[in-house]
């Protein structure tokens, strides 16, 4: 018997037998047959070795990549931020990298440099607001990206590879702005993360659930502590169970 009054949170994505090419047949698909609903509020990895698909299905649910076959279904309205391993930088100030943004979304001038600013100093880059976006170091790109997509409000948060070529104090403070900007919206509920990462001990950290990719095929798709239950894994998923023993931590 149903429990009255349960509030079952609103679907972000849901894909039906997803199949995206990347080249003509008779090259494999990059996705096959993916089928997989992510809920508001979830935090959710995918993992799996390169060529996997990850990349491919985070800018597929992103719409950034047509399918082949299948269905996508996202709801109307929803405000998406995707931030990529190395993101782009324009040739100009790290201040107006920001505000351009806002402003090509219909703010006005200044009130997008007030907004700037304030992503600026969430992220710690207050003092090199003037300097030019593309002399800045790996890790100040990655915090200034974040910057960028948290002045924009976003519901859903994509990330790929976020931390991937960094240094490890860079790691550690990207994945710090990653974890505060996405447990809240406003004030009120946890945004939605959904985000590729060789890291496993950052998928412990940020994700609540795992999703293991292999030949564009979601191979496991389990809580992150049934995920790393290695006995639980090893029964459920050998293949992915090979590739955590496999990874180096």
Not at 51 to 62: C, E, P, V, Y
Not at 166 to 195: C, M, Q, S, W, Y
Not at 206 to 231: C, K
């Amino acid at each position: 018997m149903p429990v009255t009054g349960a509030v079952v949170p609103a679907a972000c994505f849901d894909l039906r037998g997803v199949q995206v090419r990347l080249g003509p047949a008779p090259r494999p698909p990059a996705l096959d047959g993916v089928s997989l609903r992510i809920v508001e509020g979830e935090r959710v990895a995918f993992i799996g070795a390169n060529g996997s698909g990850k990349s491919t299905l985070l800018r597929t649910i992103h719409g950034l990549l047509p399918l082949t076959a299948g269905l996508c279904q996202r709801p109307a309205g929803q405000r998406m931020a995707m931030l990529f391993q190395r993101p782009h930088m324009l040739r100009v100030s790290a201040l107006h990298n920001v505000a351009l943004g806002l402003w090509l979304k219909g703010m006005r001038w200044q009130e997008s440099k007030a907004l700037s600013h304030e992503a600026l100093a969430r992220v710690g880059l207050s003092d090199i607001a003037p300097r030019n976006g593309r002399a800045l170091s790996g890790g100040q790109q990655q915090r200034l990206a974040l910057a960028r997509a948290w002045a924009l409000k976003p519901d859903v948060w994509l990330l790929d590879e976020p931390t991937a070529s960094l240094d490890p104090h860079a790691k550690r403070e990207v994945e710090e702005l990653i974890a505060e900007f996405t447990a809240t919206r406003d004030g009120v509920g946890a945004n939605t993360l959904v985000f590729a990462s060789h890291n496993l001990g950052q998928v412990k950290r940020l994700a609540s659930r795992v999703i293991y990719l292999e030949q564009g095929r979601v191979l496991a798709d389990l809580p992150v502590n049934d995920f790393f239950n290695p006995d639980l894994l090893q029964a459920l998923c050998p293949h992915a169970h090979l590739f955590v023993q496999g990874e180096s931590w």
